[in-house]
């Protein structure tokens, strides 16, 4: 089987270096491709490095919202210029209310000229969002959307806006993270989540899975502060095959599908 990844961040420091090693961990894995998002103006040479070297990197750009406050005058001729750099996507970009202490003025501006900017290049995009989940469907209803779609990455907002934003063209990325015990809400959620619409994702080095679950351990060479593996995405699958009431094979086949429609083949 040919395993998908819609979401990491390989490129994080916390991973020290150690790409090579964790790739072939990957390859162990079968994991086939990696969606790698860098989400501010720092992370996107190190991306962009790692799609060079690594064919199972598709690399995307875009500034996080978390990072909008810290962006430069010339962001938006940055970010251009690394789209243009080798076949990629947009993202990680987004809103967020939810961080304690990170300004909303500002949010909406960066996103929609993201996005604008997905459209205009027919490029996948790869969205953020936490509790924005209302004001990101208005906006996405009044703008032109990219032909492929868009993926919501992590998607946890209501059950009953899943067919809404499936209507827009959304993909929704279930992470292990939702097999913690207290996530019920969310994996109920993902139970009405379309199968062509479905795609998986680690988050890799954030949100880990239970450890009962947890076939790849991995700490930061720094602070010992445990990370989540890349190759814990063969984890994830088990996983959400199990929580769907499907077999692997077949899990496997519709996820392959539906990434290879959103992000392209290789």
Known sequence: MRLYDAHNHLQDDRFGGRAA???SACDREGVARMVVNGVCAVDWPPVLELARRYPQVLPSFGLHPWYVGERTSD?????????????????????????????????????LWQFRLAVERDRPVTLHCLQAWGRLHDLLRQ?????????????????????AFAQLGAYFSFPGYYAQERKARQ??????????????????????????????????????QALNHPANLGAV?????????????????QVEENFQ????PR
């Open 21 to 23: 090693e964790l790739l």
């Open 75 to 111: 962001w938006q001729q940055q970010l251009a210029y690394f789209l243009d750099q080798v076949p990629s996507a947009v993202g990680e970009i987004g809103l967020d209310r939810w961080k304690p202490g990170l300004a909303y003025a500002g949010q909406e501006e960066v996103f």
């Open 143 to 163: 703008l032109p959307r990219p032909r492929r779609g868009f993926l919501l990455h992590s998607y946890g907002g209501p059950q009953e806006m899943v067919p």
């Open 187 to 224: 994996r109920a959620t993902f139970k009405h989540v379309p199968p062509d619409r479905l795609l998986i994702e680690t988050d890799a080095p954030d949100q880990p899975l239970p450890e009962a679950l947890n076939a790849h351990s991995l700490s930061d060479a720094v602070t010992g």
């Open 237 to 253: 699958y088990r996983f959400a095959a199990e929580l769907l009431g499907e077999p692997m094979e077949s899990l496997a086949a």
């Open 261 to 264: 429609r959103l992000f392209g």
